[in-house]
């Protein structure tokens, strides 16, 4: 049997092109990376939304049902501009807590409801009383990804 002496490893050369390599692929996927965090706060917001008119619709219809035709005069009794406050608790088995960052809402008025989007854009969204409906100005285009 021949014994080598010899050792096999990478060269200075090899190494800085792996380098080279793994910084040209970081550099590629990391801004696709932001861009789906700021598409799953818009998914999170859409979600967020529906579950917020489908409980107003539900309610609607248990009261008619009930014989009473009035509409709910308000969505929860949070306080205006407070994190950490239940958010729609009126209207839904497990509340929005209130937060001030993107991803979240947060109560601006008695029947007004703002929605924080990934690059820091407030969609406000309004409860009106008069015909149960729960909307932003779509001309708006935050409002427009929001509601479509």
């Known amino acids: 049997m021949k014994k080598s002496n010899s050792r096999s490893a990478f060269t200075m050369i090899e190494l800085v092109f792996v380098i080279v390599v793994i910084g040209i692929l970081a550099s590629i996927?990391?801004?696709?990376?932001?861009?789906?965090?700021?598409?799953?706060?818009?998914?999170?917001?859409?979600?967020?939304?529906?579950?917020?008119?489908?409980?107003?619709?539900?309610?609607?219809?248990?009261?008619?049902?009930?014989?009473?035709?009035?509409?709910?005069?308000?969505?929860?009794?949070?306080?205006?501009?407070?994190?950490?406050?239940?958010?729609?608790?009126?209207?839904?088995?497990?509340?929005?807590?209130?937060?001030?960052?993107?991803?979240?809402?947060?109560?601006?008025?008695?029947?007004?409801?703002?929605?924080?989007t990934g690059d820091g854009t407030n969609v406000t969204f309004t409860y009106n009383t008069a015909t149960g409906a729960f909307d932003c100005t779509h001309t708006n285009n935050a409002c427009r990804q929001l509601t479509q």
């Open 29 to 116: 996927a990391m801004p696709r990376l932001w861009v789906t965090r700021d598409d799953a706060i818009i998914a999170k917001g859409r979600s967020d939304v529906s579950t917020i008119r489908s409980s107003i619709a539900t309610d609607r219809q248990k009261r008619m049902l009930e014989g009473n035709t009035t509409i709910r005069a308000q969505l929860d009794s949070a306080a205006v501009n407070t994190d950490n406050e239940a958010l729609f608790s009126d209207m839904l088995q497990y509340p929005i807590y209130a937060k001030d960052a993107p991803g979240h809402w947060k109560k601006t008025g008695a029947n007004t409801y703002v929605y924080i």
